[in-house]
């Protein structure tokens, strides 16, 4: 076949193929050390194959461009965003190590195609990646086998081995077969515990699959932080999710199809009761959208409310807020009707239109007085050029006229769990003294700290697979000076 | 014409790749060469286990001497042939490939349930396919999940073929079409009506080799599920890991002795399981999302007894290891595990406290769900392998069986001792407990009951009482439980013979009190339940409905709520707060070396075959302790290996499930005849003809991913 076999000896262990994961990898490989990646998955990358861009200061491409924004201000900002409840050190660590990661990740065969932002009123932190995440992923599993590491999918690690304190191997699970390698460390990436039920209503109390939508995570049990915390490990940021809102989800509607890019437009949007919720316009931020929904979507789902004259704005002077970097400010809607229709004649529970807002508040099941209420209410804001209620910039009040109505359901979403095992700023895992568990290392969305109760997308966008690419780097750093091998490079 | 794989043997072919000379067979495509020899060449259309189709596009290659870009699955080896699998027009090639391929394919990663599991994924990741030349377009087709076990989203369909050419040339079974909606093309069924009535034989061959999310199974029913068990679930249901697809398949064949010894290869009761096993199978069967569920026990019953007895020719114990093994109780669990350790070259003496064994097989089923004859002839068996079998000895203690000088000690004692509700009127004369009724009845002692009998459980104890309890000459009685009828513990047979044998179910009742007349049982008084359930701490929750109080007449009342072990006073292993003895759940040791635990002892009242299978582990464990190697699996009957090609399935998804008869209510109420009729040879061959072989799925060869080379 293709692939050796498992090893029973190598030097470090890698569970998991994700950004975290490859990163620490070809670090490793680079350093000499021997490694083994284990993924469970049959296809490379898990999630970090979504991203389109990270987060990054003081790199080389931002100083090409007069970006000025600091490590010193990213750190304050990611600090304060959490109201200091993330580990300074941590933050510290990675902020710091990001610049230099990009210069890094083009050595890797990775191609930037800028620096910028994409959001309104945030520091230019946001390094776009020709190709996303897969290439990022192809790029470090090209570079970590030709340094040597073996990279071996289908194959779950199911235990840690200790000897006292110290790790010293794995069990992988081999078609059936339980396989010991041995290695002087190991270094979680599994990448969080996102398809995890259980978990996720113990911890943020949220019900997968009914009030809570998972996105581009695919059978993450959870296995790295439960395999940490049986070795010892410490509980660090477990209930912190990657929130945002999106309108409509389901097998019909492709991730990114035209109907999901217009609800995400800053008109207006009721709870089920029929009643605002937000600010509109904070859709420029997932968090804050995602935390707004959260709120009133734990009970029952939120809407997005529109009619033709939107339809009309947005195949016409096309969007203002983006989604994602595929869909940016000024993308012109052409299909939307199309959508629509074919939403409406495949009976979807989660598109609605109607002649009035009376009618329309009967399919939504909300209650038709207060609807209308709103829709009045939004209109009179909307002709006052001044919203009382949640003081939306002018710019979005746009009355709702009809004919047609529509309604959207929308639903919270997350991208993924953002904590579960303490770490340190060298990416040691720490027991529950916050003593080193000698030879373990854990990133990415296994490691707590680098958040407070939310995603700081405002000030750092990007971060999360920066958090991981740059964890793997140092936790793969920290691995070789425990392996007496970083002082040889 | 169309090269097809494994052809006639030949002298081998040798080509270079890439600069690297590399041998194949004659026949073999480049692209098998190229993959081979561990040189990986992007391809979607093709797969390991169908003859090539050459439609994707993306194996292309470049070969000295011809021109264009030859397409690599369908270009046979030939002699001294040169080959470049990388290069800028090869490049080109591919990306435009691909490009057409994704152009109609939604962009839903983050959604799909088949991302990481997808060939056209990782197709992407590795040739870095994004921002595309070609228009991309919605193909907002519907998506298909009224069929059962597989769901159909024509919008991610590439029109590889796979699914065609698997259902025609590697299954026979030839139901799905290409087809045409609007400008879109997809695969279905011909007239687009239902799987079912086509012919399909819903093997899984599509949703297997399709290389994207357009034919995927259920998420309900792989979700979070070890793959191999999702998809052939009767076997990973089955504590014991029996194979039932193989033995299924061997009765259809005609081949029964061979279906005995494959379930032979993992327990040592065969027959008995095939008269009570509570078949957790068929719950799970994916036959039952279709029609109903095989009937697997009906079948298993079959092959026992269809027994030629030369699987014991093949089965003897290994030489002697000077290793005693002492088992404590002779119910399934302890002679299991003695037959497994015997096998294994222990000396094994199993200790029973009542004059016969088989435990609860013996004493607490009736005999009428299980002859005696049938129990004893498994269990001579056992004894004919070594095992001795010490009967109405009691063990008081561990330390008396080490001081014997036992190497290792398995308890496997049951739970024999049952319990009454704290209710008044409890100790009455006529309150019956479960366990000791049963045990009165199946020793042959006086054990009359009144004329009107209550019974207080739901589970299947609680039949085996009610049932007995109209044999031995009860005109009337009820059976009253705290839970609904949907969520009555027992099995459904076991509810259907009971009502036929007139037995009155009261479900959702709480008893409150037994009512006496001067001491003696005159009814039970109860009160509706409006809800039961269990909260977080497994507390019972019982919501009873105001002003239901009622009462039933009777004469007797039987206890059947729950058991545990009965251990002596000093014993000398653990018991935990519910009292069952306490082991580790993996590895059935208990607190002192080299002493075991297996059956409902250590998980309380659960069922045969998890008691068969509580003694395999324990065998296991006890062997590698005492310095073997754990390996019990036997195996017994022939390798076959199974004809990938079904047919046509005209009418198959229609056939419906055939059970065994039983004796008519009036012949069996007055005795203790058996009652279930079994198969008969007709019956048990179109019963195993309605398998859809589920385990062929697992032969069909995995496509490797790019980063495996």
């Given at each position: 076949m293709t692939v050796g076999s498992i090893p029973s000896t190598v030097d470090v262990v890698v569970v998991g193929s994700g950004a975290t994961g490859l990163a620490a990898a070809v670090t490793l490989a680079e350093g000499g050390a021997k490694v083994a990646v284990f993924e469970k998955q049959r296809s490379l990358g898990g999630t970090s194959n979504f991203f389109q861009g990270t987060f990054a200061v003081e790199s080389e491409m931002q100083r090409e461009r007069f970006i000025t924004f600091s490590r010193d201000e990213a750190f304050r900002g990611v600090m304060e965003y959490s109201h200091w409840l993330a580990n300074p050190r941590l933050v510290r660590a990675i902020v710091n190590e990001s610049g230099a990661t990009i210069s890094w990740l083009q050595e890797q065969g990775v191609v930037f195609t800028d620096a910028t932002i994409n959001m309104p009123d945030s520091p230019r932190t946001y390094h776009v990646i020709k190709g996303r995440g897969e290439a990022v992923v192809k790029a470090l599993v090209t570079q970590a086998k030709s340094q040597g590491a073996e990279v071996f999918s289908g194959k779950p690690v199911t235990a840690l081995l200790k000897q006292g304190a110290k790790v010293r191997g794995v069990v992988v699970d081999d078609d059936g077969e339980e396989v010991e390698v041995a290695a002087k460390a190991v270094v979680i990436a599994t990448g969080g515990f996102a398809n995890n039920k259980e978990w996720i209503k113990k911890y943020s109390g949220f019900d997968l699959g009914a009030n809570l939508i998972v996105v581009g995570n695919m059978g993450k049990a959870g296995d790295g932080i439960r395999m940490a915390w049986e070795a010892g490990a410490a509980e660090e940021g477990v209930s912190t999710l990657e929130l945002f809102r999106v309108a409509p989800v389901g097998p019909e509607f492709a991730m990114g199809c035209e109907l999901e890019l217009a609800t995400a437009q800053p008109d207006l949007w009721v709870t089920a009761r029929g009643e605002r919720f937000c600010d509109e316009s904070i859709g420029f931020w997932d968090t804050q959208?995602?935390?707004?929904?959260?709120?009133?979507?734990?009970?029952?789902?939120?809407?997005?409310?529109?009619?033709?004259?939107?339809i009309e704005r947005v195949a016409?002077?096309?969007?203002?807020?983006?989604?994602?970097?595929?869909?940016?400010?000024?993308?012109?809607?052409?299909?939307l009707r199309k959508e629509i229709q074919a939403a409406l004649e495949n009976g979807s529970r989660d598109v609605f239109a109607a002649d009035s807002i009376e009618e329309l508040a009967g399919k939504m099941e909300a209650d038709p007085a207060v609807l209308e209420t709103t829709v009045d209410e939004y209109n009179e804001a909307c002709a006052n050029a001044y919203d009382a209620l949640f003081a939306k910039d002018r710019k979005y009040l746009r009355p709702l006229v009809g004919p047609r109505y529509y309604a959207v359901r929308a639903h919270t979403v997350f991208l993924g769990t953002m904590g579960g095992?303490?770490?340190?700023?060298?990416?040691?895992?720490?027991?529950?003294?916050?003593?080193?568990?000698?030879?373990?290392?854990?990133?990415?969305?296994?490691?707590?700290?680098?958040?407070?109760?939310?995603?700081?997308?405002?000030?750092?966008?990007?971060?999360?697979?920066?958090?991981?690419?740059?964890?793997?780097?140092?936790a793969g750093k920290s691995a070789l000076k425990y392996l007496g091998r970083w002082e040889a490079l | 014409m169309p090269i097809y794989k494994h052809m006639t043997k030949q002298s081998p072919i040798r080509l270079t790749i890439d600069g690297r000379e590399v041998e194949t067979r004659a026949g073999a495509s480049v692209l098998e060469a190229a993959l081979e020899n561990a040189i990986y060449v992007p391809h979607l259309?093709?797969?390991?286990?169908?003859?090539?189709?050459?439609?994707?596009?993306?194996?292309?290659?470049?070969?000295?001497?011809?021109?264009?870009l030859p397409t690599s699955c369908v270009t046979p080896v030939s002699e001294g042939m040169v080959v470049r699998t990388q290069s800028e027009p090869i490049s080109r090639g591919r990306r435009l490939a691909m490009e057409l391929l994704l152009a109609g394919h939604p962009v839903d990663c983050g959604t799909c349930q088949k991302y990481l599991n997808c060939e056209l994924q990782s197709l992407k990741q590795y040739l870095g396919v994004e921002e595309s030349s070609v228009r991309r377009r919605a193909k907002l087709l519907p998506v298909d999940s009224s069929n059962p076990l597989f769901i159909h989203d024509p919008n991610k369909c590439v029109l590889c073929g796979r699914c065609v050419r698997a259902c025609w040339e590697l299954r026979g079974v030839g139901v799905l079409y290409y087809k045409k909606r609007g400008r879109e093309f997809y695969t279905y069924t011909d007239d687009a009506g239902p799987l079912a009535e086509t012919g399909c034989r819903f093997c899984g061959a599509c949703a297997e080799v399709c290389p994207t999310g357009a034919i995927q199974d259920k998420q309900e029913l792989v979700a979070d599920k070890n793959r191999k068990a999702a998809l052939v679930p009767c076997r990973g249901a089955c504590p014991a890991e029996i194979d039932v697809p193989r033995y299924v398949r061997f009765i259809k064949d005609g081949d029964y002795p061979a279906a005995l010894e494959v379930i032979r290869e993992k327990v040592p009761f065969p027959k008995v399981l095939g008269y009570v096993c509570d078949h957790p199978c068929e719950a799970e069967c994916r036959r039952g999302e279709i029609n109903q569920p095989i009937s697997i026990r009906e079948l298993k019953r079959f092959a026992a007894e269809h027994d030629d007895g030369l699987w014991k020719q093949n089965v003897s114990p290994d030489p002697p290891t000077d290793k005693r093994v002492a088992v404590v109780g002779s119910g399934p669990a302890g002679l299991t595990a003695a037959y497994y350790l015997r096998l294994q070259g222990h000396e094994v003496t199993v200790f029973e406290s009542l004059p016969e064994a088989g435990g609860m097989l013996r004493y607490g089923i009736p005999g009428y769900r299980l002859p005696r004859e049938v129990l004893e002839g498994e269990i001579r068996d056992i004894e004919d392998m070594g095992v001795v079998i010490d009967t109405g000895t009691r063990v008081e203690s561990i330390d008396e069986l080490l001081e014997q000088g036992y190497d290792a000690v398995l308890v496997a004692v049951g739970a024999h001792t049952g319990q009454k509700l704290v209710i008044p009127?409890?100790?009455?004369?006529?309150?019956?407990?479960?366990?000791?009724?049963?045990?009165?009845?199946?020793?042959?002692?006086?054990?009359?009951?009144?004329k009107k009998v209550v019974v207080l459980g739901g589970g299947n104890v609680a039949f085996d009482c009610a049932r007995v309890a109209r044999r031995l000459g009860a005109a009337e009685v009820h059976m009253a439980c705290l839970?609904?009828?949907?969520?009555?513990?027992?099995?459904?047979?076991?509810?259907?013979?009971?009502?036929?044998?007139?037995?009155?179910?009261?479900?959702?009742?709480?008893?409150?009190?037994?009512?006496?007349?001067?001491?003696?049982?005159?009814?039970?008084?109860?009160l509706d339940v409006a809800s039961f359930c269990f909260d977080e701490e497994n507390v019972p929750q019982i919501e009873v409905i105001d002003g239901s109080r009622h009462a039933v007449e009777a004469d007797t009342v039987i206890f059947a709520m729950g058991q545990h072990p009965d251990v002596p006073e000093g014993f000398g292993v653990e018991v935990t707060d519910r009292s069952l003895i306490g082991a580790d759940p993996v590895t059935l040791s208990t607190n002192r070396e080299g002493v075991f635990a297996a059956g409902d002892a250590v998980s309380g009242t659960a069922s045969v075959i998890k008691a068969i299978a509580s003694g395999?582990?324990?065998?296991?464990?006890?062997?590698?302790?005492?310095?073997?190697?754990?390996?019990?699996?036997?195996?017994?009957?022939?390798?076959?290996?199974?004809?990938?090609?079904?047919?046509?399935?005209?009418?198959?998804?229609?056939?419906?499930?055939?059970?065994?008869?039983?004796?008519?209510?009036?012949?069996?109420?007055?005795?203790?005849?058996?009652?279930?009729?079994?198969?008969?040879?007709?019956?048990?061959?179109?019963?195993?003809?309605?398998?859809?072989?589920?385990?062929?799925r697992l032969k069909i060869k995995t496509v490797e991913f790019w980063g495996s080379y």
């Open positions: 959208v995602g935390n707004a929904n959260a709120k009133y979507g734990k009970n029952a789902d939120t809407f997005s409310l529109f009619d033709d004259s939107v016409d002077r096309g969007l203002d807020n983006n989604v994602g970097m595929d869909a940016l400010p000024g993308r012109k809607l052409v299909n095992i303490k770490v340190n700023g060298n990416l040691e895992v720490l027991d529950k003294k916050d003593e080193v568990i000698p030879g373990l290392y854990a990133g990415g969305f296994d490691a707590g700290g680098m958040y407070g109760d939310s995603y700081p997308i405002k000030g750092s966008s990007g971060l999360a697979s920066a958090f991981a690419l740059n964890s793997g780097r140092i | 259309c093709d797969h390991p286990d169908l003859p090539p189709a050459g439609v994707c596009g993306l194996c292309v290659i470049e070969i000295e001497g011809v021109g264009g009127g409890a100790s009455s004369e006529g309150a019956l407990i479960s366990t000791e009724f049963l045990r009165d009845v199946n020793l042959g002692n006086d054990a009359a009951v009144g839970e609904c009828r949907e969520n009555m513990p027992a099995s459904a047979d076991e509810i259907e013979q009971g009502e036929d044998e007139g037995i009155v179910i009261r479900p959702s009742h709480t008893s409150t009190r037994i009512l006496d007349r001067a001491g003696r049982v005159a009814g039970v008084e109860f395999r582990k324990a065998a296991v464990a006890l062997d590698r302790f005492l310095g073997g190697s754990g390996r019990i699996d036997k195996k017994l009957a022939p390798q076959v290996e199974p004809m990938p090609c079904l047919g046509p399935g005209k009418g198959f998804a229609a056939l419906s499930r055939v059970a065994g008869s039983c004796a008519l209510p009036e012949d069996r109420v007055g005795n203790f005849c058996t009652v279930a009729m079994g198969l008969e040879e007709g019956a048990a061959a179109d019963e195993s003809t309605r398998c859809l072989q589920c385990d062929l």
